[in-house]
């Protein structure tokens, strides 16, 4: 469902609108017609990523992985661009980190660094695609530290992820979904605090029992204060 | 730890499993060095070594043996004659064929890493038409001998007399005859560049495939084109995997060029024949031409080694950010968009 939004894979069926934008199509005398890889290039620049396995460019230090989309996506100057990947970094705590290559950060340092690295693009909407699942439930904290902080500064967010608590306290809206499907909708009070669906309290009562994952369900939720995708 | 008998543990550093082991090596190191330092440690733990490895003893001396009779053979033999060497190691036409053998390694290998990534990227490509012509280049390229493929386009002009450019099956707007146009040096770089365009290929194409998909999809996911994750994303990654074979592959063409002497160009190994044949002195004028390639091979295999230690950066955890490495790595980041440029620069020396 994330994968659809920036058209990183296509939907079966259905649109999705980012700001009243039509993604991954355009409507041509009366149909749909798919965008080329360039004009779907263009849409993706408004919307930050964020992944499970982090996917860091490897070969770039910290900076380089934050520097590389605006200098050569936006053709941005080099100097404005290191300051402001600088101030992002120091944003997400790793102001010292700013020369070190991904494999010498933990996984908490490399997912806040491809935080970093999406804000620079300055996008409209952030999508996590759980973002702490590959993380120690130790460093899990650090990142959905940032994570808060974006939610409060205004930030539209859609983060699909198991961390309950973090959910009910940052979201707007939760959504949960089950094979694809949503099961349920609503407000974080309504939707983890009073259930309506069998389905959703057989998941919440399963997963506060455990200790962090879910299994097989996929909850995902919406949180952000504009809350502009539809 | 037991202490096997005639070894004990009071002569040995440490306590560790590897004691008889560490002990036979050093006994290795002294006895081919002459043996003259550490007679005492010698005597218990080599001693003992030897009596319990007899094979690989054995070895040894044959090994000495046959090592000592290729040096008097060396140093004695009156068809190799080394002031012969010596005169001719540094003569002007012989050094000519060394600086024609280094342009057509590197003008070879140029072409053929240009041409192996663009097969790479053909075949990796999911148009049907540009998969299998990529397939089947690279079946015909490495299913034929190289100096075969030497010899059919030093030949060309007997199956192709005329080049012209025009429109395929319609008029012509010039054309020149293929003796004129495919010289000797022609022939050569084609025979040479485009077979090894053909292995290049496979090793691009490995070193594209292992960079992870989420390297592609992350880029993709900031907005880059396909062309920009490609160049900036996938290929500098892909370098790593590429490195290291190319450089073989350089020290392979390097000697395989030697294979165009058969056409008469005048690279190292022509150079010498062309003398060999006037004063008959065969023998020390392929050893000349032995030495020069050992020499230039030991040069690439030392750059080999550098470049692949550059190429590695960002893959170690504990990689010391030494200096010199966040001065490259600034370098790096600020290198204008011909970085790819520079990495081929690098491949071929």
Same mark, same amino acid.
């Given at each position: ?105 933990? &996984? ?45 500064? &205004? ?58 994952? &879910? ?8 949180? &952000? ?6 | ?349």
């Amino acid at each position: 469902m994330l994968r659809c939004i920036n058209h990183l894979e296509r939907p079966s069926s259905g649109r999705i609108y980012v700001d009243g934008q039509l993604i991954g199509n355009r409507l041509e005398r009366g149909r749909f017609v798919e965008l080329s890889a360039n004009e779907l290039a263009v849409q993706r620049r408004h919307i930050g990523m964020v992944f499970q396995s982090f996917n860091l460019f490897s070969h770039m230090t910290a900076l380089g992985n934050v520097m590389e989309a605006p200098i050569r996506v936006n053709m941005e100057p080099k100097a404005e661009v290191e300051r402001n990947a600088r101030e992002l970094l120091a944003r997400v705590g790793l102001a010292d980190k700013a020369d070190a290559y991904p494999v010498q950060l933990s &996984g908490g340092q490399q997912q806040r660094v491809a935080i970093a690295r999406a804000l620079a693009m300055r996008p409209k909407l952030m999508l996590f695609d759980e973002p702490t699942s590959a993380l120690d439930p130790e460093i899990v904290g650090e990142v959905l530290d940032v994570m808060r902080g974006l939610a409060n500064d &205004g930030m539209t967010m859609v983060v699909v992820t198991h961390e309950m608590g973090f959910a009910r306290e940052v979201s707007d809206r939760v959504v949960f979904m089950d094979g694809g499907v949503i099961v349920e909708e609503g407000s974080p009070d309504q939707v983890l605090g009073h259930p309506s669906h069998q389905r959703t309290r057989q998941f919440l009562s399963r997963i506060t029992g455990a200790t962090g994952d &879910g299994g097989v369900e996929e909850p995902a939720e919406e949180a &952000g204060g504009n809350g502009g995708v539809r | 730890m037991a202490t096997r008998p005639g070894v004990r543990a009071t002569d040995l550093p440490g306590s560790a499993s590897a004691l008889d082991e560490a002990s036979v090596v050093s006994g290795v190191a002294t006895g081919s060095g002459g043996g003259a330092g550490g007679a005492s440690r010698w005597n218990r733990a080599d001693l003992s070594a030897l009596v319990r490895k007899p094979a690989r003893w054995t070895v040894v001396a044959v090994a000495l043996v046959f090592l000592a009779m290729l040096g008097h053979l060396l140093a004695t033999s009156s068809s190799l004659q080394w002031s012969v060497v010596g005169h001719w190691f540094v003569n002007g036409g012989i050094l000519a064929g060394l600086v024609r053998t280094l342009y057509l390694t590197a003008a070879a290998m140029a072409i053929g890493i240009v041409g192996g990534t663009v097969l790479a990227l053909m075949r990796l490509s999911r148009s049907w038409v540009l998969s299998s012509a990529a397939s089947a280049y690279i079946w015909f390229f490495r299913g034929t001998p190289l100096l075969v493929q030497i010899l059919f386009w030093f030949n060309i002009a007997s199956f192709v007399p005329r080049i012209s450019i025009g429109v395929p099956f319609g008029p012509s707007f010039a054309s020149a005859s293929t003796n004129a146009l495919v010289t000797t040096l022609v022939a050569a770089l084609l025979g040479l560049g485009l077979n090894e365009a053909a292995y290049m290929s496979e090793i691009v194409r490995a070193g594209i495939v292992s960079v992870d998909a989420g390297q592609t999809e992350a880029a993709l996911a900031l907005g880059m084109t396909k062309r920009l994750t490609y160049r900036r994303i996938v290929l500098p990654q892909a370098m790593r995997i590429i490195i290291p074979p190319t450089g073989n592959q350089t020290i392979g063409m390097l000697k395989g060029t030697s294979l165009v002497s058969v056409i008469s160009l005048p690279e190292l190994l022509y150079s010498v024949q062309e003398v060999y044949a006037r004063n008959f002195e065969t023998i020390p004028l392929l050893v000349v031409a032995s030495l020069w390639y050992l020499i230039v091979t030991s040069v690439l295999s030392v750059g080999q080694h550098f470049v692949e230690r550059r190429f590695r950066r960002g893959q170690e955890r504990d990689a010391k950010t030494t200096f010199r490495e966040r001065l490259r790595s600034h370098q790096f980041s600020t290198t204008a968009p011909g970085h790819d440029v520079d990495i081929q620069a690098d491949v071929h020396f």
